[in-house]
């Protein structure tokens, strides 16, 4: 890995954002030979520097020191800020999107290659790019075996969940909880130990600790101006770009560089997947923070057609804090029984898309807003949660306080259509074709399921026509 040092000197491309797409696309470039620079407003940590407390993981991995909220204060937003972005803080989850969610994106966006059939090579090259594996029965948790035994007993259908891991040691008596803070054995598959490293022996350029402010365009070179770790106001030059920022990120970039004008729709049609974790407090202990956090998910037609999904999740004790309602002792008495708490969480496939705005100050603003159906659906996953519970002895059920919204999507969402779209089919933005975007922010609407692999394999499909373009 090499540093930005020069500021005078003009890159084929700059990529912003080192989340998850930034990475993949990056590589497919330094594979062709380009010249490419990554800049990225979080640290870049390794197995050895990520922080072992959850307070400091807090305020050192994400945006508004752990937390941000939208402008009703009812929503909060986990917004990653690291080099490696959501594939350092999730459980590294890779679902491939079902035909339900495609049809739909086909339908909003007008892009045909939304279909199985036509992203089947994508997902099976972003996937050639990790180890991925269930976790072995023997290995699921209290919580896990709570939320295998309530799915039975209730009649409903689950499944394991794929995770992009490898020899994670459980054996050896290591715990996920700590993956929320970077894996310390370089086990789940986060980019910046895979496709990351890749492109940095390919000779990627990385300036973290960078953020990105505003964007000037021209139609022969877009420059990026920003400040660096050290405060100071930098600005660098490339051909293209390529925005990586996320939903939130890449619209307040746009917003505050003055492209509102001609692309109307930046900012609109955002979506967070609002999930709410629900605890089961039981006379016995049950663990739940040991060993792997998810091992398993819903997998029943009847939830997926009602808009909802369940995960058995847990949660460090900070997290679940904020979550447990009650103030001093009452709040005191359910947190001690830390270890007797089981959980699932209901995750709902919004419909009521958000807004992201910019203040005078130019940081971010959210609106976003459950309608009367996604709240229909959080009660009717809450429902089920509660047999889940009922059915496996449960003493006491705890619903979580509010909702907490970490899959962030749209703001420059996909479509044909530039009046009600951001980004073109060949993703470059309507009317701007040398700045591209491939990640969350361009999906058209929620698809309600885990977007980590889609992503990866839009960007490697993204790169591709970006390769194509420029030759």
């Known amino acids: 890995m090499s540093l930005a040092k020069d500021s005078k000197k003009d890159f084929d491309f700059i990529v912003i954002g080192a989340g998850i797409s930034g990475p993949f696309v ?7 030979g380009a010249s490419v620079l990554m800049l990225e407003a979080g640290p870049h940590f390794n197995r050895d520097t990520y922080p072992c407390k959850e307070i400091d993981s807090n305020s050192q991995l994400y945006w508004g020191g752990g937390i941000e909220l939208n402008t009703d204060a009812d929503l909060g937003i986990l917004r990653p800020k690291v080099v ?6 999730n459980q590294a989850l890779v679902d491939r999107f079902d035909k339900i969610a495609l049809d739909s994106w086909k339908e909003v ?3 045909d290659f939304f279909n199985q059939e036509k992203l089947a090579p994508w997902y099976d090259a972003a996937e050639a790019e990790l180890a991925i594996q269930e976790i072995p029965a023997k290995y699921r948790n209290g919580n896990a075996l709570i939320f295998k035994e309530g799915f039975e007993k209730n009649g409903f259908n689950w499944a394991p969940l794929i995770r992009a891991q490898k020899d994670c040691r459980f054996d050896d008596g290591n715990d996920c909880i700590e993956c929320l803070s970077g894996c310390r054995i370089d086990s789940k598959q986060s980019t910046p130990v895979t496709v990351l490293k890749r492109a940095f022996e390919l000779g990627l350029v ?14 022969e070179v877009v420059t990026v101006m920003g400040v660096n770790r050290y405060g100071e106001h930098k600005s660098y030059r490339a051909k293209k770009i390529v925005l990586g920022a996320g939903a939130i990120g890449n619209s307040r970039l746009l917003l505050n560089s003055g492209f509102k004008k001609s692309l109307p729709a930046l900012g609109r049609n955002f979506y967070s997947h609002p999930q709410s974790m629900l605890l089961g407090l039981y006379d016995r202990p049950i663990n739940a923070h040991k060993g792997p956090l998810q091992s398993l998910k819903s997998n029943d037609a009847t939830f997926r057609a009602n808009y909802f999904k369940l995960e058995n999740v847990f949660a460090p004790p900070v997290a679940i804090a904020m979550l447990v309602p009650g103030l001093a002792r009452r709040h005191l008495s359910v947190m001690k029984r830390y270890a007797h708490m ?10 009521n898309p958000g807004e992201i ?5 130019g940081r971010a603003r959210v609106f976003k807003r459950l309608n009367s159906f996604d709240r229909d659906t959080q009660a009717k996953g809450f429902k089920a949660i509660h047999q889940i519970f009922k059915a496996t002895g449960v003493r006491e059920i705890v619903d979580g306080r509010f909702s907490i919204g970490l899959h962030l999507m749209g703001g420059l969402n996909l479509g044909t259509d530039p009046v009600r779209s951001v980004t073109s089919p060949d993703f470059h933005l309507h009317g701007y074709k040398n700045i591209y975007s491939a990640d969350s922010s361009i999906f058209p609407n929620a698809p309600g399921i885990n977007p980590s692999l889609t992503i ?3 960007s490697k499909m993204a790169a591709a026509k970006i390769i194509q373009q420029a030759s």
């Not at 990056?26 to 062709?32: D, G, P």
């Not at 490696?84 to 803080?89: D, L, M, Q, R, T």
């Open 26 to 32: 990056a590589h497919e470039l330094c594979k062709k």
């Open 84 to 89: 490696g972005g959501g594939s350092i803080v």
């Open 109 to 111: 966006s007008g892009a």
């Open 206 to 219: 990385l300036e973290s600790q960078f953020e990105a402010k505003t964007v000037r365009w021209t139609p």
């Open 342 to 351: 089981a959980c699932v969480e209901v995750a709902v496939r919004d419909t």
């Open 357 to 361: 705005s910019v203040a005078s100050s």
């Open 456 to 458: 990866m394999a839009i």
